[in-house]
T-cell receptor, first 115, second 113 residues
Framework: AQKVTQAQTEISVVEKEDVTLDCVYE???????LFWYKQPPSGELVFLIR????DEQNEISGRYSWNFQKSTSSFNFTITASQVVDSAVYFC????WGTGNQFYFGTGTSLTVIP | DGGITQSPKYLFRKEGQNVTLSCEQN?????MYWYRQDPGQGLRLIYY???????QKGDIAEGYSVSREKKESFPLTVTSAQKNPTAFYLC????????????FGEGSRLTVL
């Protein structure tokens, strides 16, 4: 079975706080890709990062960082020093190699950053 | 600029009417997708196509139809058989080689009156 779980439905933080969005996935494929997308109020999903299953190195991009741990099947996303512009819904997604280009999305985490 | 164009952005429909949502991409991507998003829910796959003249049903295909006559275009028809069509519809595309990311359009919001 292919599945992505984002247990946090809604999170609110005060500006400048750090926040971590959790993502847990299930797949039997050994080759797969993981993604994070941001959906601002305008509605369009914006790609943030892609990770393949053979690369467990953590990645940092400005205030964003991602922690990929195969041992716990998790791909968590941390925003450091959050800003109001970070308010959005964030989706984690899984694309296993053997599923004909299908994507499996979590239900999303709605982040509100309070000024 | 390369990207995906969805139209219309907002659409109102009376019950019993079919409506077609347009999706055009100039990214030269092979695969195209249609997702439905309801408030507070994730994205659910309606249909996807990996090549011209071929498409597969997703998880919630009932009441929807698609065509893929050109690589650039993947229109979605919401038929009167769809019981609860009010939703936000997102079109996406992807280059199939290398399992790249999905590129999304801005979405179409359909409201049935």
């Amino acid at each position: 079975a292919q599945k992505v779980t984002q247990a946090q439905t809604e999170i609110s933080v005060v500006e400048k706080e750090d926040v971590t969005l959790d993502c847990v996935y299930e797949t039997r494929d050994t080759t797969y890709y993981l993604f994070w997308y941001k959906q601002p109020p305008s509605g369009e999903l914006v790609f943030l990062i892609r990770r393949n299953s053979f690369d467990e190195q953590n990645e940092i991009s400005g205030r964003y960082s991602w922690n990929f741990q195969k041992s716990t099947s998790s791909f968590n996303f941390t925003i450091t020093a959050s800003q109001v512009v970070d308010s959005a819904v964030y989706f984690c997604a899984l694309s296993p190699w053997g599923t004909g280009n299908q994507f499996y999305f979590g239900t999303g985490t709605s982040l509100t950053v309070i000024p | 600029d390369g990207g995906i164009t969805q139209s219309p952005k907002y659409l109102f429909r009376k019950e019993g009417q079919n409506v077609t949502l347009s999706c055009e991409q100039n990214l030269n991507h092979d695969a195209m997708y249609w997702y439905r998003q309801d408030p507070g829910q994730g994205l659910r796959l309606i249909y996807y196509s990996q090549i011209v003249n071929d498409f597969q049903k997703g998880d919630i295909a009932e009441g929807y139809s698609v065509s893929r006559e050109k690589k650039e275009s993947f229109p979605l028809t919401v038929t009167s058989a769809q019981k609860n069509p009010t939703a936000f519809y997102l079109c996406a595309s992807r280059q199939t080689s290398g399992l790249g990311e999905l590129f999304f359009g801005e979405g179409s919001r359909l409201t049935v009156l």
